[in-house]
């Protein structure tokens, strides 16, 4: 595995435990934004292992596309799931530029999603 992918790895497993933990202790915007980090750094180690590159952005469904080029079963896993997608998306802006709460059973859908992710990709299921 390069360097880059092995960064990537660490990062999104590092982001993973992050959204856990501040949910645990109740700080839901915190735990949506790195959820959404991680869900974005696990796409793009799958595009970087698979393509040799990923599109510079940070937009989720953009990624999915991308990811459904080299697989087309990922479309169907993100479609039936494009709600908390677009949940996680705004996770990201939301909490740079916008105040916003989530609910708790928005939050849990997100970390659901991202274990989901996680085992579709081979990483541990949590």
């Known amino acids: ?5 092995k960064l990537f790895a660490q990062r999104a497993e590092k ?3 992050e959204a856990l933990r501040h949910f645990e202790e109740g700080d839901l915007e915190l735990s949506a934004f790195f ?7 696990l796409l793009k180690t799958y595009l ?3 393509t040799g ?3 510079q952005t940070h937009n989720l469904h953009r990624l999915f596309r991308e990811a459904a080029k080299v697989d087309a079963t990922w479309e169907t896993f993100y479609r039936d799931r494009v709600s908390v997608v677009d949940d996680l998306y705004q996770a990201y802006f939301t909490s740079r530029y916008l105040p916003f ?3 708790k ?6 970390l659901e999603f991202l274990k989901d992710l996680r085992r579709r990709l081979g990483g541990s299921p949590s």
């Open 48 to 50: 970087l292992k698979h």
């Open 101 to 103: 709460e989530f609910e």
């Open 105 to 110: 059973e928005a939050v849990i859908r997100m």
């Open 35 to 41: 959820a959404e980090q991680s869900a974005q750094l």
């Open 15 to 17: 982001f993973f435990r």
């Open 1 to 5: 595995m390069s360097e880059t992918l």
């Open 53 to 55: 590159t990923f599109p």
